[in-house]
């Protein structure tokens, strides 16, 4: 049994593309980090008072305090998204520029609904809200920052395993 030289290559390439990958990922994530430490109160703030007036229009106060404790779980999803997105090579700096805004601009809206509906869930005592609320934060946290990346990004052309093809 001969191994065909070019399979071969293509694995190796293949390999070689998602190390880079997961080493780039790790060194945004860590840099995102470090810049969540020191300006992610602004943030969480930016979200809370997005949540702000959908809260008055129901008749609700914001209480800061309760939003930015809510907040502390939930603007983290923006720094996996941006990490995903600065991770993946060979795509032009302006599709990656205008897929993070996008992204970045669609998770702040859900983080912002997300704090609505803890403080709805809370101002009328419902159990019921508050699980599909926390439902909703779990799935803003693990999933839509993956889902986001593969909607927003041509990566079915750099990484042959997503569009089917074998390199």
Same mark, same amino acid.
């Given at each position: 049994?001969?191994?065909?030289?070019?399979?071969?290559?293509?694995? +190796?390439?293949?390999?070689?593309?998602?190390?880079?990958?997961?080493?780039? &990922?790790?060194? $945004?994530?860590?840099?995102?980090?470090?810049?969540?430490?020191? !300006?992610?109160?602004?943030?969480?703030? !930016? /979200?809370?008072?997005?949540? +702000? *007036?959908?809260?008055?229009?129901?008749?609700? @106060? #914001?209480? #800061?305090?309760?939003?930015? +404790?809510? =907040?502390?779980? /939930?603007?983290?999803?923006?720094?996996?998204?941006?990490?995903?997105?600065?991770?993946?090579?060979?795509? *032009?700096?302006? @599709? @990656?520029?205008?897929?993070? $805004?996008?992204?970045?601009?669609?998770?702040?809206?859900?983080?912002?609904? =997300?704090? &609505?509906?803890?403080?709805?869930?809370?101002?009328? %005592?419902?159990?019921?809200?508050?699980?599909? =609320?926390?439902?909703?934060?779990? =799935? #803003? %946290? &693990?999933?839509?920052?993956?889902?986001?990346?593969?909607?927003?990004?041509?990566? +079915?052309?750099? &990484? *042959?395993?997503?569009?089917? @093809?074998?390199?």
């Amino acid at each position: 049994m001969t191994v065909e030289p070019e399979r071969t290559e293509a694995a +190796r390439w293949g390999g070689r593309e998602i190390l880079l990958f997961f080493l780039r &990922f790790l060194a $945004a994530s860590f840099a995102l980090y470090g810049l969540y430490i020191v !300006a992610g109160t602004y943030y969480a703030h !930016a /979200i809370a008072f997005i949540a +702000r *007036p959908l809260l008055a229009v129901f008749g609700y @106060k #914001m209480i #800061m305090e309760q939003a930015l +404790r809510i =907040t502390e779980d /939930i603007s983290l999803n923006p720094l996996v998204f941006l990490s995903l997105v600065v991770a993946v090579g060979g795509i *032009p700096w302006l @599709k @990656k520029l205008r897929a993070a $805004a996008i992204g970045v601009a669609i998770l702040t809206a859900a983080n912002s609904f =997300t704090v &609505f509906f803890a403080f709805v869930s809370s101002y009328r %005592n419902s159990e019921r809200l508050w699980t599909g =609320t926390e439902f909703l934060s779990l =799935t #803003m %946290n &693990f999933f839509v920052p993956i889902l986001l990346w593969l909607v927003l990004l041509p990566i +079915r052309s750099i &990484f *042959p395993f997503f569009s089917g @093809k074998d390199g």
